[in-house]
């Protein structure tokens, strides 16, 4: 039987480190802490009889208990953040208009919706803003599960939308993925029945790194929005260089009942500063917003900076091409080691190991180095993130330490 994590007691005791639970489980009936890559929400979260964080029928992840060794993580990889932000122009916007932050900054706010509006291809009235885009994920789920139904998605995927989903009385449909990783389009169009209030995709995926066709997942999304909603996650799409793949924000401008979830957190460096937004039909944003409003939760500055990010072309580029040559520098010393991952078209690289997870954690946690440690299909894995360089280089040299 699973057991619920107390979140009261995780967070008096400060027990949260490595991008993971680090605390010994207390039972208890207050609210359960879920953990999502950097962002907390109060969806449940349980153990397996083996404690570890149930996160889907096939994933597992492990965390250092409460009496363990707690060194200082010097080299941060484990919450798939961009190493080289926030870009200048955004710090200096945020600078700028800190001075104004007395104000409530409506006006900006519409500018910058009109802004993103352009770049999608998209009206106004199709953009919901959020403080990044697990609040909006969260969001969506609170206002279609509050009256139960089921939700399609692939398993491994990102857990935000469905462990809100499941808090607020909704079922999960699991579908397993591919052998090569990508979703299971054809299963889980199948597994789509009348109680079915939304299909939900991760593309490119988290925890996995894999990506689906662009082509077959746009011939996908226009035919089954025709059924029931369907919400692309694409928080990593602009880091996915050398993929066939693409934004499936045109099916909103065509008229499709589709959702896109776009975050300024990763290319744009900006995770901390929490902005991001949906694109969907305006319909279902007031749906949404009758319930709960998007933008209310970002700071004045935090409008500024991401306005000024997206002209930021240069500092754009500058992360796509130094993610790929970190990654690249990662994946052949996985080659040469014989780690075989799977491939990733994201800032992060998962891949089999031959030790427990937990041990993992606790060696790498000694090397000052944090990662994410999971069992899928009760195999232990390692989800690092893609640094800079000198970190990646820090990262094989304990890897190989280890290994």
């Known amino acids: ?32 802490m879920h953990y999502n890559d950097g962002a907390f929400n109060d969806a449940p979260l349980s153990l397996d009889p083996e404690m570890r964080i149930f996160r889907s029928p096939m994933v597992r992840e492990h965390f250092l208990e409460n009496n363990a060794p707690k060194p200082k993580i010097v080299t941060k990889l484990s919450s798939n953040e961009n190493p080289y932000g926030p870009p200048k122009s955004a710090q200096d916007a945020i600078a700028e208009s800190a001075k104004r932050g007395n104000r409530y900054a409506w006006q900006e ?56 989903a499941k808090s607020v009385g909704a079922t999960w449909k699991a579908i397993p993925c591919k052998s090569d990783w990508s979703h299971d389009l054809k299963a ?14 991760c593309n490119p995926n988290n925890p996995t790194g894999a990506i689906t066709s662009g082509k077959e997942l746009l011939d996908f999304c226009s035919r089954v929005s025709e059924k029931v909603p369907v919400f692309v996650d694409e928080a990593y799409l602009e880091l996915a260089e050398g993929a066939d793949t693409q934004s499936m924000v045109s099916l909103v401008a065509q008229g499709k009942n589709v959702m896109v979830a776009r975050t300024f957190s990763k290319i744009m460096g900006m995770a901390g500063i929490r902005v991001g937004y949906m694109a969907a039909l305006p319909a279902t944003l007031e749906k949404i917003q009758k319930i709960t409003r998007g933008g209310m939760g970002i700071a004045y500055t935090s409008i500024f900076a991401a306005s000024a990010s ?25 080659d040469k080691m014989g780690y075989q991952y799977i491939p990733s078209y994201t800032n992060f690289v998962i891949f089999p190991i031959n030790m427990p997870g937990k041990e993992l954690l606790g060696k790498m ?24 360089m000198d970190e990646m280089k820090q990262f094989v040299g304990a890897l190989q330490e280890l290994s």
């Open 310 to 334: 997206m002209d930021d072309h240069a500092f754009q580029d500058m992360t796509r091409k130094q993610n790929t040559e970190a990654r690249q520098y990662l994946c052949s010393n996985l």
């Open 109 to 164: 706010m519409y500018d910058l919706v009109d802004k993103i509006a352009k770049k999608e291809g998209v009206t106004a009235e199709n953009i919901m803003m959020g403080p990044g885009s697990s609040d909006l994920l969260e969001k969506t789920a609170l206002v279609l599960f509050k009256d139960g139904g089921n939700v399609v998605s692939a398993d491994p995927c990102y857990m935000s939308l469905v462990n809100v």
């Open 1 to 32: 039987m699973n057991q619920p994590v107390n979140r009261r007691s995780a967070l008096k005791t400060g027990l949260l480190t490595l991008g993971s639970l680090a605390a010994l489980p207390q039972l208890g009936k207050a609210a359960a």
């Open 188 to 201: 889980m169009e199948a597994a789509i029945d009348k109680d079915t209030k939304l299909v939900y995709i």
């Open 365 to 388: 946690s000694a090397k000052g180095i944090g990662v994410k440690a999971y069992d899928i299909l009760n195999k232990p894995w390692c989800r690092v993130s893609i640094g800079t």
